[in-house]
Every structure is written in C-alpha cells, then in structure tokens.
C-alpha cells in the first residue's frame, strides 16, 4: 500500500485529451510542444512578455498561474511535473515517490542530498527547511492561499494558528533528509499531490523568519532559490531584478547543481517584461527573435491569421484543465438566490462570450464544472452534462430565463429594481471583450451593471480575492487545476471553508451546507474510481445551483518567435522555462 496511493489518484484521469478535442482543423495541425527538440542548445536569453504583474513573487504565496512560472524556475517543491505529463509529479527535492501509510494518516519523504540555496544562504536544504517552507504558509503574514485546503490536516495545526504552540506538531523532522507528515483525517493522498506545489519548496528559517515576522511578509523580495534560475538579488539578498509591474529578471542560480536535477536549464537567463499590449506583443513574437508571449491571451484577429500563416509558431494545448466563468459574489442580493442565478445563466449567450475571447479555437463551452480530460469529468455527465436546463442552450434561452426569474418572485420575468451593480475586470484586450459583452448579456434579464477595468494582478489581489472589497461580479476569473485531482479542481473555489480574508479563490463566496457536507465527506474518499464518483456528483450539485457563469472550458493558444524551441508544461499550461530554449 506505501508509495501507491498517490501513484493510483493522480493517474486516475478518465477521459483521453485526444477524445474531448476540437475536430476543427486548425487546431488539430497544430504541433505537440511538450517535449524538447533532441539536441537542444544551451545558452541564450529568453525574453517572455506578460500584460500585467504576477499576483506575488513569494514561492508560499503566489497562486497565479504566471506567477507559479516564475515559482517552478526558481524553487524546487518536492515533486513537480516534467512538461509532457500533467497526471504524474516527479521527484524535484524529493528523492522518491512519497510513502502513504495503509491508513492514509501519515506520508514520509527522503529529500535529495546536495541542494543547496543561491546567494546569500549558501548552504545545503535540509528536511528543517521544507517544513518551514510549509509551515510559514499558516502565518498570518504569509497567508498561503492552498495550503489549509490541502494540508488542513496537519496534527497540531490549529494550536499553531492560536500561537499556543510555535511549531505545526504534525511535521515532524527526524534527520536531515527525511520529513514525516502526521494528519488527522486519511488525507495522504490528496496532501501528496499538494506537495507538488511551490509552497513545499524549501525557505531558510534562519534567513526568512526576520522578513515573515513583516505584516506583510518581505520574503518575497529577498527570497533565496533552490531552482535552476533565481531573481537576480544584490549580496544581501534583494531582489534587484524584480521591479513590480515593469520586469522580473531570471539569471542563473550558481549554486545550482545539475546532477541534482531531472531539468536541463538550457537559457541563461529569463527577462519577463511586463506591462505589454497583446496586439503589439503578439507582432512583436512572429517578427521578432528569442520571445515568447505570456500572461495575456491572443486577440482573437491574430489568433485567426497566426492559425493560418504561422502556424509554426503559434501552439495551441489540448484542454487545459481549466474552467472559465463570471463569478457572483452569492452573498449579495438578488444573486443569494439560486433561481436568480439560473436566470442569469439561461439568459447568457455564451457563445458570444466565447467569440469575445477568441472563437472556438480557445476551447469549449461548458456544460458542467469539471473540464474535459481531468477525473470525475464523465461522472458529472461528460460532454453533455447532467442535464440542467438553464445550461441547455449555449446561445441563451430567455424564455427559461424569465421563467427562472419569476420563481425568484420577479412578476415581470425580468429584475425589477434600480440597484447598480458593480463589476472589476481585468482590462487586457480578451478579457475586457468579454466583460463588455457580459455587461450586454446582464442587460437582457435587467440588470444595469457597471465595469471597473484594472490590470489582472490589481483586479485578483485587490478586489475579487479579497471578500471585503469584492464587487458583485467578478467576470474575468478563471481556475487551472493545481493538479490531476477533481478536489483540486472544486474544493478550492466552491468549498465555503476555503473562504479566506485575502488570497482566497472562491470568488463567488459560495458557502452551501448541504455542499460543504458532502465535500467534506469526499475529501477522505481514496478509492480512484469512487472519488471521480464522489466529486462528479459534487459537481452536478454545483452546478445545479449555478454559482457562477460558465462559459469555457479552455485550450491555451501561445506564440513564440521562429529562433525559440518552445516546450509547454501541459500541468502548467504554459511554457515550460526550465526546457525551453532558443535554437
């Protein structure tokens, strides 16, 4: 039973990506990038432009998809995933697979000897600094935004968050290369998957403990790397080459040992540069040389030329693992109710948002929650879904929509009051396309909706992860699986535990007892085939009750320039800069 628990879960993907694809024929040409040419060249200097910041460059912190970019290029979690399996991790920091004891309490770890951290820590990891690494996510300066979703399990936890006790009494550290994780509830494996993400890379307690003791946390911009690369710092350790919302600058770490490391690290040196328009960035990538394109999506104009003149240098994933959708804050009125929520998703043409965001070859329209590929996709109905009416109709049903509306106790079939609701989006190219066009679409069931537009990293950090400050719609989120696991996929964003102050990732606050309950009881659910069961009845549930709007299950479309041997992470979703590498 040790060491296969987590082997068994994370494979335990049902559905193949090759049949959930698009039979459209420009996507289908387009080629696999998830592996690396056969004589890759070392050396170069890779430039990739982002349209916004990262939401924070704290490896315990950041829960943005570009900002786990930097994370993976720079720290070594314990596992991670090489770019062309996104169900399996590998072995980073870790030596091997974990081992999960019979009852799924108890997961042991060997870490690799010989790691050591960049400038100025200069020493060898030990087991001692990823259970700090783990541990300092629980503070309250810190405030890791996944690891009480995943590692709430921990023995002592909350006598650690009260300040009774001033270690996390489950992470226990026998040697210098073992730790040992205690939980109270069989969580192993789904814990094991979790060790998969930034937060278990280690952090120097000796070094860090002055910045975490900061409200906010300081560790992020004097952070030591255990990676291939590093943020090029000055002898203190500051991150001179992060200066925030212009550039992130990648250099290589001298302290990194290739003989410890399944990554080849083929560039020199990274510079992400931030703050770019998509249309001038993506003429900039098909001209230019040693460039990538980042953060921001492809105008839908130059989405449809690159697809037919350069194809060799647009590449197009197969479904991510990601769901797009327009969150609503449920604890507002009149979207506290679920016949209003309905209404509003019945009434939708999702399709139009879809042509906003590009067209058909940015991915498919969602009938459920779970996306194609990932497990407990079948069992919430696959392809077709489990059925709701409000979702039938792609285009927008308003005959059902007002049908919705007047259950709700709207006579007239349409919201009758004279509330502004406010709306905070991200204000790159696609996704203001797509506000705009929701913004029409609320318009059609009478709600007049007003739309802040502000960069991404603003738009998450400020607003629509912070339920104090959060408007009544948020319509540009979006959630990528943190791995191949449908708890990963729902319980972050739907579970009303998970509601954090700052940081948090259920947009819609949706706190439902009747779905809390059967979360909770589907979290200690280890059998593969009953756990695909288990959340894929959890996701015909959520989605009977329509939190949000869902309208994509996406692909992720990416230029690179001619002279760039690009490799995508398909557990990422985006390049891999640990294996790309210029020719």
Not at 508 to 526: F, R, S
Request: hydrophobic share 40%; proline share 8%.
């Amino acid at each position: 039973m040790k060491g296969r628990m987590l082997a068994a879960l994370v494979a335990a993907v049902a559905v193949g990506l090759a049949a959930c694809g698009s039979s459209n024929d420009e996507e289908s040409a387009q080629k696999d990038s998830s592996a690396p040419p056969a004589k890759a060249k070392q050396g170069g200097d890779l430039t990739v432009l982002y349209a916004a910041d990262v939401d924070n460059i704290d490896p315990g912190i950041t829960y943005y998809q570009y900002g786990f970019n930097v994370a993976y290029a720079t720290q070594r979690p314990l596992y991670s995933f090489k770019p062309d399996d996104a169900k399996t991790p590998e072995p980073d920091l870790a030596e091997a697979a974990p081992e999960i004891s019979a009852d799924g309490k108890t997961v042991t770890i060997k870490i690799r000897p010989g790691v050591k951290f960049s400038p100025p820590v200069n020493r060898v990891v030990t087991s001692e600094d990823v259970a700090y690494g783990i541990e300092r996510g629980f503070l309250k300066t810190v405030n890791g935004q996944y690891v009480g979703a995943y590692m709430g399990d921990l023995l002592g936890l909350k006598a650690f968050q009260d300040g009774k006790a001033k270690r996390i009494a489950g992470i226990e550290t026998p040697d210098d290369t073992t730790i040992v994780f205690k939980l109270s509830r069989p969580r192993g494996a789904i814990f094991a998957g979790a060790l998969a993400l930034p937060a278990s890379a280690p952090v120097p307690r000796e070094y860090a403990a002055k910045f975490d003791a900061k409200n906010p946390t300081l560790y992020g911009p004097n952070q030591v790397a255990t990676g291939p690369y590093m943020i090029a710092n000055n002898a203190s350790g500051k991150a001179v080459g992060y200066s925030p919302g212009k550039e992130i600058r990648l250099v290589r770490n001298p302290n990194w040992d290739a003989k410890t490391d399944y990554k080849p690290a083929y560039l020199d040196s990274i510079t992400i540069r931030e703050g770019v328009t998509p249309d001038v960035a993506s003429r900039q990538i098909l001209d230019g040389s040693k460039l990538v394109s980042g953060d921001f999506q492809l105008p839908a104009a130059t989405l449809a030329s690159a697809s037919r003149q350069h194809k060799d240098q647009l590449v197009i994933t197969p479904p991510t693992g990601r769901y797009r959708y327009i969150a609503l804050n449920t604890r507002d009125k009149p979207f506290d109710n679920p016949d209003v929520r309905r209404a509003i998703v019945a009434a939708f043409d999702r399709d139009a948002l879809r042509q906003a965001f590009g067209g058909p070859l940015t991915g498919q329209i969602p009938t459920h929650i779970i996306p194609p590929g990932q497990p407990g996709f079948e069992e919430a109905g696959g392809a077709k879904g489990p059925g709701d009416d409000f979702m039938a109709n792609p285009k927008g049903d308003m005959a059902v929509a007002q049908e919705y509306m007047k259950k709700a106790g709207y006579a007239s079939g349409k919201y009758d009051g004279t509330q502004t609701f406010h709306a905070v989006s991200d204000q790159a190219t696609q996704q203001r396309n797509v506000a705009e066009v929701a913004q029409q679409q609320f318009a059609k069931l009478g709600f007049n909706v007003k739309t802040n537009f502000v960069t991404r990293d603003s738009m998450y950090t400020k607003f629509c992860q912070v339920p104090a400050q959060q408007p009544e719609i948020c319509p540009s989120v979006g959630w990528l699986k943190d791995f191949a696991d449908p708890e990963a996929i729902l319980g972050p964003v739907f579970n009303g535990k998970n509601i954090l102050e700052v940081g948090n990732s259920n947009f819609n606050l949706l706190d439902d007892p009747a779905v809390n309950a059967k979360m909770d009881k589907a979290e200690v659910v280890n059998d593969p085939a009953q756990r695909a069961q288990a959340w894929g009845q959890i996701d015909k549930d959520l989605t009977a009750i329509a939190p949000g709007i869902l309208w994509l299950w996406d692909t992720q479309p990416m230029l690179h320039a001619k002279d760039v041997n690009p490799v995508v992470n398909k557990a990422l979703a985006t390049w891999d800069l640990n294996f790309t590498s210029i020719k």
